[in-house]
């Protein structure tokens, strides 16, 4: 009988392991400090655009001293990828010739920005020093040359997060930048 309480409580302590694990995979991550932005060209035909083709210049800023994309993360990359998932589904496909647009991203890191913080317990507010973050995506009209499509995503810099969560918030800034991009 030993035995088989040793299996039950074994079974018991693997599943309560399990569901330790999958709410920690499900926890949540803060994007209330993300603010997302779009624009469109009075231009844009975007009822036309079907394909697409990256511009060699899309990138992340430099960051060498790894303050804010946590090593083994390659952020160009995903950013890259969260883009072409939202141009796929809005039924555009990479062209390797003749593309209807042209996509780019750049995003840059301002470290000694200051913002008025309130303070806790009562106290007044102070200024602070918070680096804030920014990801631009722009899509311009291979004719025309002219950008049809700015989306902008601002928010606070976290410091040494997780490469998991900075790729969560990625996907939401993505992901929210372009819902504000005209339906087809």
Do not use: H
Not at 17 to 40: H, N, R
Not at 76 to 92: A, P
Not at 104 to 131: C, D, H, N, W, Y
């Amino acid at each position: 009988m030993s035995l088989m309480r040793k299996s039950v409580r074994c079974g018991i302590s693997a599943m309560l392991l399990c569901s330790c694990l999958l709410v920690t995979a499900c926890a949540t991550v803060d994007t209330s400090d993300i603010e997302v932005v779009g624009k469109t060209s009075p231009d844009a035909r975007f009822g036309s655009y079907k394909s697409y083709a990256w511009l060699k210049t899309a990138r992340i800023v430099n960051d060498p001293l790894g303050q804010w994309e946590p090593p083994g993360l390659d952020a160009d990359t995903v950013v890259k990828n969260f883009i072409d998932r939202e141009l796929g589904r809005r039924g555009m496909a990479a062209a390797a010739s003749s593309p209807d647009l042209l996509v780019t991203f750049v995003a840059g890191i301002e470290m000694t920005a200051f913002e008025v913080r309130e303070g806790k317990g009562g106290t007044l507010p102070s200024l602070q020093t918070i680096p804030k973050g920014a990801l631009v995506v722009v899509l311009v009209d291979s004719t025309s040359k002219r950008p049809v499509w700015v989306g902008v995503a601002g928010a606070d810099v976290r410091r040494q997060q997780e490469p998991d969560a900075v790729r969560r918030r990625l996907d939401y800034a993505v992901t929210e930048m372009f819902r504000t991009l005209p339906d087809r």
